[in-house]
């Protein structure tokens, strides 16, 4: 597909374009940290931002979100969707990938998550190229470039961005906004982005890749590491409320005062959390944070391997940005791999 | 027939009460359902004729004990409200004391007036159904343990943390900001009141069940904090706990 070179002010044109039909959430500062919000002009996005405290997921898959609304005296429920078009503007490879994985989980085997989906389908996704932070661990899980997941896909070249179309819809709107066609030149220089970035990664796993990870897992089910992290382990759940592929989720039923009317939510839960394996009568599958903590460090590196073909971590690092007691996956990786 | 409703206190600033009251917008629908017999704080009248009390307050006297007895066996379901009936709240600072020299402490001259011994929850004395912890209760929790019992269904009280309800806020880590936070292990249904009003959790509802006691004080070290600061920290609200108390 032909590439487009959009300087700032095209970008600002672009931005513009979608506030007309779509709620754009974008990257913007929050207090010490950025986050993904709606924007309500474009000097608020931020394309400088390192990571954002929560995946833009959110968007897609809310942390509280009514499935469906029902009267108790009726025995009657009517599902509620949201469709509001939504454009995700600034997401980094690793959240594209990210939002791959949630759309295969979601409907994947027909069945099919129509909450979500409802969002999905009517939403937008431009990436936007970045570097590596002081946290992230994209090339371990084989998730540095997205070649696809996306509408428009920018990478800086120079003063400006190098744009890239990843669908149909994608390419209308950068036809729309009257972009420049790219020249070589702008190519190579986003190439060149690209391989600096590549080269800039110094969070690695050094033992194995995003391919031989699985097996590692395997083979290190007894290590005596996992019983390390028991001492360290709050189990506050934070790596799995900030982490973009976790898409567990608990239901609960709230009905309003008249006692009559009533919602069913669901709110994100998480593997890490000491109910989470908690059954009728008590019994806990994993009471121990070491086994919530090797649970979890298998889900995202080995048990979803062959039906996502990839680990279904992206490397984003919020998990360990967001730990207080800096439990981190490249770590633990390379300490089971010693 | 509406269930009958009872508001008692013990040894507390009567907030928990007071945040009852405040429901305004609800209280006209909430009385719809239930019979409120006995609020001393908001109402003349008052009948020992109910089925739920809830109670406000810790237990720093022996005189409460028979009050308590009295009044579990009168009500059918006891749900102590608020950090001092569940936990002993902040009247709980003073078994770390010697009794004497902490009442003669708080009533200089007229200590011999004043009877007290350990403080205690409300559990500790009399069985309870429910607790809604919290300094003050969330009145939205209020709300919904008591539709919850008005639906015949059990209320429930979050078994996770604090840090939990705040990263669904999408709030900044309060130690990103460089303040302390006793998030990690306190139990959440506030729906992070203080870090999503920028203020470090303060641990009023309590410990989670199973603390990682060594952890949390690593993490408050690092944030600045001696040992003693983060153990004085955690008995504002938390001395009732076997992880604090030692």
């Given at each position: 597909m032909?590439?487009?070179?959009l300087?700032?002010?095209?970008?600002?044109?672009l931005?513009?374009?979608?506030?007309?039909?779509?709620?754009?959430?974008?990257?913007?500062?929050?207090?010490?940290r950025?986050?993904?919000?709606?924007?309500?002009?474009?000097?608020?996005?931020?394309?400088?931002?390192?990571?954002?405290?929560?995946?833009?997921?959110?968007?897609?898959?809310?942390?509280?979100?009514?499935?469906?609304?029902?009267?108790?005296?009726?025995?009657?429920a009517?599902p509620?969707?949201d469709?509001?078009?939504v454009?995700?503007?600034?997401?980094?490879p690793?959240?594209?990938?990210?939002?791959?994985?949630?759309d295969?989980?979601?409907?994947?085997?027909?069945?099919y998550?129509?909450?979500?989906?409802a969002?999905?389908?009517?939403?937008?996704?431009?990436?936007l190229?970045?570097?590596?932070?002081?946290?992230?661990?994209?090339?371990?899980?084989?998730?540095?470039f997205?070649?696809?997941?996306?509408d428009?896909?920018?990478t800086?070249?120079?003063d400006?961005?190098?744009a890239?179309?990843?669908s149909?819809k994608?390419?209308?709107?950068?036809?729309?906004i009257q972009?420049?066609?790219?020249?070589?030149?702008?190519?190579?220089?986003?190439?060149?982005?690209?391989?600096?970035k590549?080269?800039?990664?110094?969070?690695?796993?050094n033992?194995?890749?995003?391919?031989?990870?699985?097996?590692?897992?395997?083979?290190t089910w007894?290590?005596?590491?996992?019983?390390?992290l028991?001492?360290?382990c709050?189990?506050?759940?934070?790596?799995n409320?900030?982490?973009?592929?976790?898409?567990?989720?608990?239901?609960?039923d709230?009905?309003?005062?008249?006692?009559?009317?009533?919602?069913?939510?669901r709110?994100?839960?998480?593997?890490?959390?000491?109910?989470?394996?908690?059954?009728?009568?008590g019994?806990?599958?994993?009471?121990?944070?070491?086994?919530?903590?090797r649970?979890?460090?298998?889900?995202?590196?080995?048990y979803?391997?062959?039906?996502?073909n990839?680990?279904?971590?992206?490397?984003?690092?919020?998990?360990?940005?967001?730990?207080?007691?800096?439990i981190?996956?490249?770590?633990?990786?390379?300490?089971?791999s010693? | 027939?509406?269930?009958?409703?009872a508001?008692?206190?013990?040894?507390?600033?009567?907030?928990?009460?007071l945040?009852?009251?405040?429901?305004?917008?609800?209280?006209?629908?909430?009385?719809?359902?239930?019979?409120i017999?006995?609020?001393?704080?908001?109402?003349?009248?008052?009948?020992?004729?109910?089925?739920?009390?809830f109670?406000e307050?810790?237990v720093t006297?022996?005189?409460d004990?028979?009050?308590l007895k009295?009044?579990?066996?009168?009500?059918?379901?006891?749900?102590?409200?608020g950090?001092?009936?569940?936990?002993g709240?902040?009247?709980?600072r003073?078994?770390?004391?010697?009794l004497g020299?902490?009442?003669?402490y708080?009533?200089?001259?007229?200590?011999k007036?004043?009877?007290?011994?350990?403080?205690?929850?409300?559990?500790?004395?009399?069985?309870?159904?429910?607790?809604?912890?919290?300094?003050?209760?969330?009145?939205?929790?209020?709300?919904?343990?008591?539709?919850?019992?008005?639906?015949?269904?059990?209320?429930?009280?979050?078994?996770?943390?604090?840090?939990?309800?705040?990263?669904?806020?999408?709030?900044?880590?309060?130690?990103?900001k460089?303040?302390?936070?006793?998030?990690?292990?306190?139990?959440?249904?506030?729906?992070?009141?203080?870090?999503?009003n920028?203020?470090?959790c303060e641990?009023?509802?309590?410990?989670v069940?199973?603390?990682?006691?060594?952890?949390?004080?690593?993490v408050?070290?690092?944030?600045?904090?001696?040992?003693?600061?983060?153990?004085?920290?955690f008995?504002?609200?938390?001395?009732?706990?076997?992880?604090?108390?030692?």
């Amino acid at each position: 597909m032909q590439g487009f070179l959009l300087t700032k002010e095209n970008i600002k044109g672009l931005v513009s374009e979608l506030m007309k039909s779509y709620r754009v959430v974008a990257p913007v500062k929050k207090e010490t940290r950025f986050d993904f919000c709606e924007i309500e002009k474009f000097e608020d996005i931020r394309m400088d931002y390192d990571t954002t405290i929560l995946p833009p997921k959110k968007h897609l898959s809310p942390p509280v979100e009514t499935l469906l609304k029902f009267k108790r005296s009726e025995n009657k429920a009517e599902p509620v969707f949201d469709n509001t078009p939504v454009a995700l503007f600034g997401l980094h490879p690793c959240d594209i990938k990210a939002i791959r994985h949630l759309d295969q989980a979601f409907s994947e085997n027909n069945n099919y998550d129509r909450h979500y989906l409802a969002k999905r389908e009517k939403s937008l996704i431009i990436g936007l190229e970045c570097q590596p932070y002081d946290y992230c661990f994209c090339s371990s899980v084989g998730s540095t470039f997205a070649k696809d997941g996306f509408d428009i896909m920018l990478t800086p070249a120079g003063d400006s961005y190098f744009a890239e179309a990843g669908s149909k819809k994608g390419e209308e709107i950068l036809k729309s906004i009257q972009a420049k066609p790219a020249q070589e030149s702008d190519a190579k220089k986003a190439e060149q982005f690209r391989a600096e970035k590549e080269k800039k990664i110094v969070r690695k796993f050094n033992k194995v890749n995003a391919s031989t990870v699985k097996e590692l897992m395997e083979k290190t089910w007894d290590h005596k590491h996992w019983k390390e992290l028991e001492e360290r382990c709050l189990a506050c759940g934070s790596c799995n409320l900030v982490c973009p592929t976790c898409f567990c989720f608990d239901v609960q039923d709230d009905v309003s005062l008249n006692l009559n009317d009533g919602e069913r939510k669901r709110l994100w839960d998480g593997c890490m959390l000491v109910d989470f394996a908690k059954v009728a009568g008590g019994e806990n599958f994993r009471e121990h944070r070491s086994q919530r903590i090797r649970h979890r460090i298998n889900r995202k590196m080995n048990y979803l391997y062959d039906r996502f073909n990839s680990p279904t971590c992206v490397g984003c690092g919020r998990c360990v940005r967001a730990c207080t007691v800096k439990i981190d996956p490249v770590e633990i990786v390379n300490e089971l791999s010693k | 027939m509406k269930p009958r409703v009872a508001f008692f206190d013990f040894a507390s600033c009567e907030g928990c009460q007071l945040a009852v009251i405040n429901l305004e917008n609800e209280l006209l629908d909430l009385v719809s359902h239930i019979d409120i017999v006995n609020f001393r704080e908001a109402m003349t009248e008052a009948s020992d004729d109910y089925d739920i009390a809830f109670i406000e307050g810790s237990v720093t006297r022996e005189a409460d004990i028979p009050r308590l007895k009295k009044i579990r066996e009168n009500a059918k379901l006891v749900v102590p409200i608020g950090a001092c009936a569940c936990t002993g709240g902040v009247n709980f600072r003073k078994n770390f004391y010697e009794l004497g020299e902490i009442r003669n402490y708080v009533y200089g001259e007229s200590a011999k007036y004043f009877d007290t011994f350990a403080t205690r929850p409300v559990k500790a004395v009399i069985p309870v159904d429910f607790e809604i912890p919290g300094c003050p209760i969330n009145p939205k929790e209020f709300l919904s343990v008591v539709k919850s019992l008005l639906i015949g269904r059990k209320p429930e009280i979050p078994n996770h943390p604090v840090c939990v309800e705040c990263k669904l806020a999408g709030n900044v880590c309060m130690y990103d900001k460089g303040e302390v936070c006793l998030g990690a292990v306190t139990r959440a249904g506030c729906g992070a009141w203080c870090p999503s009003n920028g203020s470090g959790c303060e641990g009023c509802r309590g410990l989670v069940d199973e603390p990682n006691k060594n952890s949390e004080k690593e993490v408050l070290t690092k944030a600045g904090l001696t040992v003693e600061d983060a153990v004085q920290k955690f008995r504002i609200f938390a001395g009732y706990f076997e992880e604090v108390k030692k």
